[in-house]
């Protein structure tokens, strides 16, 4: 598997991370305990190295999960969890709200570093912004915790620039963490740029589009309750039927290269700026397979030209959320 560094940071991943949430959380059924420890080792051995997962997801099983599994890979894997929710009764949940208080950041991270069995966290990022919280304040709390050895890099995710901006200037950003895919493009206006003009990397969550970019859903495909693409505008009958020009087109370009649609989607992310890191989750070793199989996939100049044009001409339908 080949490496890549998150901007100017000295944060050298693979190529290809994998994103843990659904392993445990997320849709029915989730992954047997046992199974996915075993999918996790395999992943490291097929060479990733860069895992992902965050407190909420559960919460906090996943990272319980993702510690166990990779406690015996101290200091030859780099993971990634995440703080900035309120705690109910039964932990931190989206819908009871956001909380990125100093205070709550510095709580989140002494159970994270129990919960992952390690004794630094290597990528904190804050989950999403908060606006009753300065980000300027955020920054600062994970530089507190940079300076005592407890986080080794600080990461945002869904920031806009200037948020972005302002953290920076507190404490320097190694990664940040949003959509971007083939089909969700809307960061390359002005957040991309910024990325790259003060040395961020980015890791790219749903690049393959929750699994619709693969070419394996159609208008008949069904979603169980739990599964957030019930509830997702891109996922109706509709909208499936409306975006099959997308899948269309990645199957063109992968019968020219002997690959597969879900490779060339995350082959073109790869294509696009080398400190771009797609995390693809997987719950199964075809998949896996599959998908690392990416990084072998070689887009040309003028392959990334007619992709360019041809989505151009296309209206992708439905909102991601």
Partial sequence: MQKRTLGNSNLEVSALGLGCMRMSFGDS???????????????????????????VYGPFTNEELVGEALEPFKGQVVIATKFGWKHGDKGPH???????????????????????????????????????????????????????????????????ADTIR???????????????????????????????????GLVAYSPLGR????????????????DIRSRNPRFTPEAIR????????????????????????????????????????????ERLEENIGAAAVELTSDDLSETKNAMSQITVVGNRY
């Fill in 166 to 200: 302002r953290a920076h200037a507190v404490q320097p950003v190694a990664a940040l963490q949003s959509e971007y895919s083939i089909w969700w493009r809307t960061i390359e206006d002005a957040i991309l740029p910024t990325c790259e003009e003060l040395g961020i």
């Fill in 211 to 226: 699994g619709y970019l693969t070419g394996k859903i159609d208008e008949n495909t069904t979603f169980d309750r739990s």
């Fill in 29 to 55: 059924p989730v992954g047997d305990k046992q199974e996915m420890i075993s999918f996790l080792h395999t992943a490291v051995d097929r060479g990733i190295t860069f895992f992902d997962t965050a407190e």
């Fill in 242 to 285: 409306a975006n099959r020009v997308v899948v269309d087109l990645l199957e063109s370009i992968a019968a020219e290269k002997g690959a597969t649609p879900a490779q060339i989607a995350l082959a073109w992310l790869l294509a696009q700026k080398p400190w771009i890191v797609p995390i693809p989750g997987s719950r199964k070793l």
């Fill in 94 to 160: 989206p819908s009871v709200g956001l909380d990125s208080r100093p205070e709550q950041i510095k709580r989140v991270a002494e159970a994270s570093l129990k919960r992952l069995r390690v004794e630094t966290i290597d990528l904190f990022y804050q989950h999403r912004p908060d606006p009753n919280v300065p980000i300027e304040d955020v920054a600062g709390a994970v530089k507190d915790l940079i300076r005592a050895g407890k986080v080794k890099h600080f990461g945002l995710s869904e920031a806009d």
